[in-house]
């Protein structure tokens, strides 16, 4: 039991000799261009000053820093406490976010390496970073308990809208082909084998945070009688449901801010885990094709994640000066 500690307990960590700041712990509004959009979060434009304008878009939180653990919390009532709540809700969205830049730069890599702007090796080895720094995202906003997902955030995504899907993520429809398996048809050489083992692997972390925390295996659209059919058809409105949820808005707008808003979050994810952990990595059932390797796959990605948030933010500063 990790238990409620004072709020004006510090919540810095000390990384690689430096220390880095407390954080809050409050979800905070993400800007993004749409997928894909010409113009917008892939122009250079140097009349921009990333903080600045982002600053008047998103306003800093004003939350209390309260320290808070990453395993269930239980009241003498058996309700998850307060601190819980508060660490799950926001490694649940910020982890998503996160995953959603990561998308928006799979897909232009994947059209920049085709375009051949980009060399088909490097770009290869900068997938293979943000696909194997996805699996960690997944981990990361998957952390909390079972007992937490179930009473805390699967009832608010069912409130948001009874058949709520992951599938009506805008991000991830231009990549959807990759992360299913399917390579570029520019991609060769040892390198696309490594994008093929990181793209496996984030499909055998998705299995195994929906078996530790979905163990009957229904999401919230196979399991809903209320859908009306009207309302998960239509793109835009599933779309637009998708990214209220998660405190996305679109907006054109230059790479320089998205990186910003990328490098903001990966410091808090940093300060967070460096604290506190990602919990239990224990191997769960995946089901008929159960993989030990995977397991131990899952530990390295633990084990790797402050190394591999350098390599992806590199790689991305290296993007700016592309396009």
């Known amino acids: 039991m990790i238990r409620d500690v004072p709020k004006t307990a510090d919540t810095s960590a000390c990384i690689d000799g430096r220390r880095t700041k407390a954080i809050s712990y409050a979800a905070v509004p993400l800007v993004l261009p749409m997928p894909g959009e010409e113009g917008g979060a892939w122009a250079k434009d140097t009349s921009i000053d990333g903080s600045s304008s982002l600053h008047e878009i998103i306003p800093e939180p004003r939350m209390p820093v309260t320290a808070v653990g990453n395993r269930a919390v239980e009241d003498e009532t058996g309700c998850v406490g307060e601190s819980e709540k508060r660490v799950a809700w926001f490694r649940w969205i910020t982890g998503h976010q996160v995953s959603f830049i990561l998308w928006q730069v799979l897909a232009r890599v994947a059209t920049l390496a085709g375009e051949r702007i980009l060399v088909p090796g490097g770009a290869l080895r900068g997938m293979v970073d943000c696909a194997r720094a996805y ?14 997902y179930a009473t805390q955030i699967r009832p608010r995504m069912a409130l948001c809208h009874p058949g709520f899907s992951g599938s009506w993520a805008r991000d991830f429809a231009p ?149």
Request: contains cysteine; negative net charge.
């Open 135 to 148: 699996c960690g995202m997944l981990l990361y906003a998957g952390s909390c308990s079972q007992m937490t």
């Open 175 to 323: 990549v959807r082909d990759l992360l299913r398996g399917r390579m570029p048809p520019w991609a060769d050489g040892p390198e696309s084998g490594e994008l093929r083992r990181a793209v496996k692997l984030s499909q055998l972390t998705h299995r195994w945070i929906a078996a530790k925390l979905v163990p009957n295996g229904q999401s919230l659209l196979q399991q809903s009688a209320l859908v009306s059919p009207a309302t998960v058809t239509d793109r835009r409105l599933t779309s637009a449901i998708y990214d209220d949820f998660f405190m996305v808005s679109r907006s054109p707008l230059p790479f320089c801010d998205v990186l910003a808003q990328l490098e903001s979050r990966l410091d808090d994810i940093t300060c967070d885990v460096a604290v506190y952990g990602f919990g239990s990595l224990e191997p769960c059932d995946f089901g008929e094709e159960s993989d030990h390797v995977g397991a131990r796959e899952l530990l390295n990605l633990r084990d790797e994640f402050f190394a591999s948030r350098l390599r992806v933010t590199s790689f991305a500063r290296g993007l700016v000066e592309v396009t």
